[in-house]
């Protein structure tokens, strides 16, 4: 199976285990969920839905209903309603415990990150920390590739590529704050001396004002930071 297939499978499965939803509805929440997935075409999505209905990893519901695609003129759409098997359901938590280097890719991470709520601390914590290196030996290579772009390239290239940096930076320091909120939530440790925020307090910016950080998820969205109060959002 392909990557991109591979993380189509891993999102379907684990929208349908939160709750049964025909094509059109499972559809709509893959791209609100999934940056990489907002033009997700039926031409993509039904061909998963089959096949993993072939591997017994789904249930049609309502199966004798022939799927037609809508159009301007009919209207019609699926009545056709997917819910996990129980081999659905194992392989939903199989993928979820599967921390290798796969689930620090850019496509695998942030489906990872979507069902981290569902994941076990540890597996978070692996998949977190194998991101961090893998976007800290792709900063290596871009720092590199900057000093040699200052030589041949003209400006707007150059800018081209520090943008492009300056968006792994950022990235790294997003993680770096995961990774000790989920250490100091393990440890139990609150207050300063954890090393960061407390599980309800506000971040310190820079300038050293009381206000929430905000820290950027890798599709650009605020990331609401595991352990915030009502009283934060």
Known sequence: MGRRSGVLE????????????????????????????????????????????AQGFLVEDNPDV?????????????????????EGKQRFEELL?????????????GVHFAFFGQTDRAVRMRVLEGRRSRLEERLERMRNSLARARERFDDYTVELQRHG???????????????????SNRTGRTGPDAGGSTAAGPRKTSDGRGQETGSPDPSGQPYDRPGRSDQER
Request: proline residues 4%; contains cysteine; negative net charge.
């Open 97 to 109: 415990a599967d921390s290798g280097p796969d689930a620090w890719e850019d496509e695998h991470f």
């Open 165 to 183: 940096l300056e968006s792994v930076e950022r990235e790294v320091r997003w993680l770096n704050e995961l990774i000790e909120t989920e250490r």
């Open 66 to 86: 022939e799927y037609v695609p809508a159009t301007a003129l009919n209207g019609k759409r699926s009545k056709i309603v997917y819910r996990l098997s129980a």
């Open 10 to 53: 891993f999102a379907v499965l684990g929208l349908l285990h939160d709750a049964p939803m025909h094509g059109y509805e499972l559809r709509k929440r893959l791209n609100i969920l999934l940056g990489t997935f907002r033009a997700l075409s039926y031409g993509t999505l039904y061909p998963c839905l089959k096949s993993l209905v």
